[in-house]
């Protein structure tokens, strides 16, 4: 079983909205942090946003900041990243990482040891 499965990527026109979802299993299920980056085309990854395990911390790029909300259904063992008002810009593919380290910070990467496969979403304008 792979320890990250995102899902619910698709075509959105321009200001609407999505909602991510990463099912974590084993050890990434039991992460310090999880996170959310994305990547367009021809860029580099980037962070967009990430939540401490217990969700008392959040940590969002400014670029989504009072966009995008990251969630967490411990019943489910999967976190969320509800994005609304979304322009072309945020066109990318989106991964969710989380990271087993005590005291890992949220926006570089090399601080997350499991990664998602990646879903896309299309922002059409």
């Known amino acids: 079983q792979e320890p990250l499965v995102e899902s619910g990527g698709g075509v959105v026109e321009a200001g609407g909205s999505l909602r991510l979802s990463c099912a974590t299993s084993g050890r990434a299920s039991t992460s310090f942090i999880t996170g959310w980056f994305r990547q367009a085309p021809g860029k580099e990854r980037e962070f967009v946003a990430g939540?401490?395990?217990?969700?008392?911390?959040?940590f969002y790029a400014d670029s989504v900041k009072g966009r995008f909300t990251t969630s967490r259904d411990n019943a489910k063992n999967t976190v969320y990243l509800q994005m609304n008002s979304l322009p072309p810009a945020d066109t990318a593919v989106y991964y969710c990482a989380t990271s087993p380290t005590l005291g890992a910070r949220f926006s570089p990467t090399y601080h997350y040891a499991f990664w998602g496969q990646g879903t896309q979403v299309p922002v059409s304008s």
């Open positions: 939540r401490g395990r217990s969700g008392a911390t959040t």
